[in-house]
Every structure is written in C-alpha cells, then in structure tokens.
C-alpha cells in the first residue's frame, strides 16, 4: 500500500511537469513534400509562433524602423511592391525583394548566393549585413544586437514563447535562437492552392479556358521557347529541396535584360551570379524565380525593372530587352552572354493574352489571406510591415 502512494505521489510528480513543446505537425498542400528542416532547428509550434512575431517586429532593427515584413509583405506573397527595396537608413537595395511563398523548397537562396543554402544563414543578411551590399535591419555590431535582444526579452510575449522551447530560454535566449524561429516561421509559407492547383485537383471551373490554354503553351510549348524548360516542378522554378532528394539543380540564367556597351555587361551592384564565381560568361546570371502568385509579386526581374506581366511577355518575345538610351542603354538581345534557348518568340496576341491568364491564375488566395501570416498585432505600431 505504502509503496503503491509512492507511486502515485511519482505519477503526480510526472504529470505536474511543463510538458514538452509538442512536434509541428505539418498542413502540406495535396501533393507538397515535406520541407527539408536542419537537425538543429526542428519545427515546433512555440518556435513557429515567436517567428511569426519577430517576422513582423520592428524591434529587430537597429532604429526600430524597418521588420523582414517591410520588405516582404504578405499581401504580396512575401515580396516588396516597391521596385528596391529600401534598408533601415535609407538606402536602395540593388536587387528586388523576392516572394517568400515555399521558400522552405529553396535550395540556394537570393538572386545570385549559391553560397547561401540555409534560411538560418540568410536571415543573417537582413539582420546583420553579413553579405549585404546595404544595412537592411542594421544590427551590424554586438552592441546594436545587445540593445535588440534587451527590447526584444522585455517583451513577455518571446519570454513565453521562448520558454516553451526550453526551460531557463524565456530569459536567456540570443539572436541564434531568433534566427532559428524565424526560419521555422518562414518554413510554414506553403503556398499550393492556386486557382490553377484547383482545377488541376479537378475543380475544373477554378480557371478559364483560356488560362488552361496558356498553360499548354508555357509548359510544351511557345514558338521559340519554352517557359517550363526553367520555370518547372513544385514552385515552377529549377532548384527545389525536398525529403528524398537526392541534389540540387539550381540553375542560373542571363535572360537578355541588358547589354551595356555591347560587351554583355550589366549595371554594377546588380551583375549576378559573376560576383560569386569570378567566371565572366556569369554576368548577367541569376536564378530562376518562382512563378507562384507572380501576378502579385510586380515589379519583376531581379532589379525590379520590369513594371508588368506584359512587360516582361514582351520581352521574351522580342529575345531580350532594348534600351535605347541613357546610361544603360544597349540591346540584351544581342547579349552575348544570353541564354540560347531564348531566341524570341512570335506569339499571337490570342496566345500572349492565353499566357498571361495562366500567370494570372497562379495566384493563391487562400495563402495570401492566410491568417496565420498576417501581421500578428496590427493594433502596436512596433510590429507590423
Ligand atoms: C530592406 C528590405 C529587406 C528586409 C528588411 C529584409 N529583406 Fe529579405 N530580401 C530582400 C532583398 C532585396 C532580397 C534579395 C537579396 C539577394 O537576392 O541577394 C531578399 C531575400 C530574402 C530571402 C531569399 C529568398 C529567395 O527565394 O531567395 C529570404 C529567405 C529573406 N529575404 C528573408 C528575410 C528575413 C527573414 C528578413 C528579416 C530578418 C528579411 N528578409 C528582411 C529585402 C529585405
Ligand atoms: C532559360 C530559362 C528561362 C526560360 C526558358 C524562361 N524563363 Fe522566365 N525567367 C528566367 C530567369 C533567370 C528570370 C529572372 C531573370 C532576371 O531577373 O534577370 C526569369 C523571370 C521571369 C519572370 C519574372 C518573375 C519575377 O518574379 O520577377 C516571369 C514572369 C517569367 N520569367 C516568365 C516566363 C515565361 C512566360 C516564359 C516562357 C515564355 C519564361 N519565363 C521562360 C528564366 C527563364
């Protein structure tokens, strides 16, 4: 009998224990493989909920002006309206904020980064400047971080949050464990509903004829090119990283935007996937952007220099971008860099209308009014994008 109570009184014990964070469980769009997530950082939904915040948290910059969302707006699946964006003091980024919707699938991330493989690792761009060409959130030195960190655990909210991950967190966690919750936050953007993933799940009045007709040509083929050749498979974008892939095929392509002096060249602080191989034939290089939601992702290109879809239809159309004049006037379709398979297309106007109603309907509401990514506290003016 004794010994039985003391069983009890341990079973009590047991129970009376926080209990440990649960596991994430994931909501996969139909047809979605599990994202690949780094041994360290397991998803968990108390990790998920602190990234959320800290997504959105303007704190997080050195001036507390500017969150990853002033550059990444949910409204836009996660990318700037603006054609630069603009850093915490100011300056002009070289390069266009893109769509964070699946990054999770992204094996190299950023427009010409191959090195950067990890969301861990490039939160550490934004946040600290580490790789930037400007201060995005400027927390560049210990001191900066130190002042973050302090504002960051007043919050009772991170405490909480931060304590369920770990006991003795709430008040000792660091800007690694920062990173690591807004890469799982990061991790849940999924994005597989489209108006074109419905009615290819058999919701056949999801899209138009003549969305369906555009997607026949994007895929096999337009006179002169084929868009699915580089924007394919899950994100339709080359380069996706998954559980069960065997590699990455990442691909980097000079689609002919620009041709400064004739030589190919293209405008400094933008030059692409050159700056990180020293190879001359990369200039002009950068990787293959996700077509997903593209229709809300405006402006376009890797310099935000394009306004619109039919802008960039036009384009490839033509096999490259003339710019009569100024100073980067040139002719890209003449780049001697340019890829080979984009020749120029001679489309109808019935056809390019057809193309551009499938862009259109790559579009998923359902993730851009998701409510679990919109700004979390809208009513405090040091949250929010
Ligand atoms: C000042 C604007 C700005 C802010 C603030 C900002 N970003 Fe970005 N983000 C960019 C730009 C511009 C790029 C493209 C950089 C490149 O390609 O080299 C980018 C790229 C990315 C990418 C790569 C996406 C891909 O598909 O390659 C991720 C992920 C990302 N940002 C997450 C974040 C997070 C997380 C934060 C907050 C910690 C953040 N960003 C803050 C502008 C911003
Ligand atoms: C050989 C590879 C390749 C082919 C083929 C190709 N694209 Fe692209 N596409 C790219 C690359 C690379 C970029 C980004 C280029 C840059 O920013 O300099 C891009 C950018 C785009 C963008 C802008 C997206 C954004 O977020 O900025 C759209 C839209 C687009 N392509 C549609 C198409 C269509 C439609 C076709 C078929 C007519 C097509 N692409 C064929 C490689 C390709």
Redesign the pocket.
């Known amino acids: 009998m004794t010994r039985l109570r003391g069983l009890v009184v341990i079973g009590l014990v047991g129970l009376g224990c926080a209990p440990a964070e649960p596991a994430w469980v994931w909501s996969l769009p139909p047809g979605f493989p599990t994202p690949l997530v780094p041994a360290d950082n397991p998803m968990r939904p108390a990790a998920v909920e602190a990234g959320r915040l800290l997504f959105f948290d303007k704190r997080l910059s050195a001036n507390e002006t500017v969150s990853c969302a002033s550059c990444h707006r949910p409204e836009h699946a996660f990318?700037d309206p603006r054609r630069r964006s603009v850093g915490l003091w100011g300056d002009e980024h070289p390069l266009?904020a893109?769509?964070l919707a699946n990054v999770a699938y992204v094996a190299r991330l950023g427009?010409a980064t191959p090195e950067v493989t990890s969301l861990e690792q490039q939160a550490r761009a934004p946040l600290f400047g580490e790789g930037a060409p400007i201060a995005e959130m400027g927390l560049d030195t210990p001191a900066l971080r130190a002042e973050a960190l302090a504002r960051l655990r007043a919050d009772s909210r991170y405490r909480a949050l931060f304590e369920r991950l770990e006991p003795g967190l709430g008040a000792s966690f660091d800007f690694d464990d920062v990173i690591r919750a807004i890469a799982s936050f990061e991790r849940t953007l999924l994005s597989g509903t489209s108006s074109m993933d419905r009615a290819l799940r058999g919701e056949v009045t999801a899209v138009s004829n003549a969305a369906m007709r555009g997607r026949r040509l994007?895929n096999e083929h337009?006179e002169g090119?084929?868009?699915h050749?580089?924007?394919n498979g899950l994100t339709l974008a080359v380069g996706s990283r998954f559980e069960g892939m065997a590699f990455d095929e990442t691909?980097?392509?000079?689609?002919g935007?620009y041709n400064l002096g004739g030589t190919g060249a293209y405008p400094p602080g933008a030059e692409?996937l050159v700056r990180a191989t020293g190879s001359r034939e990369d200039v002009?290089?950068?990787?293959?952007?996700?077509?997903r939601n593209?229709a809300k992702?405006a402006p376009?290109?890797?310099?935000g220099s394009?306004e619109t879809?039919a802008e960039?239809?036009a384009i490839?159309q033509r096999g490259g971008r003339l710019i009569e004049s100024g100073p980067l006037a040139g002719d890209g379709k003449l780049n001697p860099l340019k890829?080979r398979?984009?020749g120029g297309?001679t489309l109808s106007k019935e056809q390019t209308a057809d193309?551009l109603a499938y862009?259109e309907s790559l579009t998923d509401e359902a993730f851009l009014n998701d409510p679990r990514f919109q700004n979390p506290f809208p009513e405090e003016a040091s949250f929010g994008p």
């Open positions: 990318s266009s893109p769509s427009w994007f337009v090119s084929v868009c050749h580089c924007h691909v980097y392509v000079n689609v935007l692409g002009g290089k950068f990787r293959v952007p996700t077509m593209v992702t376009y290109m890797h310099d394009v879809l960039v239809m490839y890829d398979g984009l297309m193309l862009l």
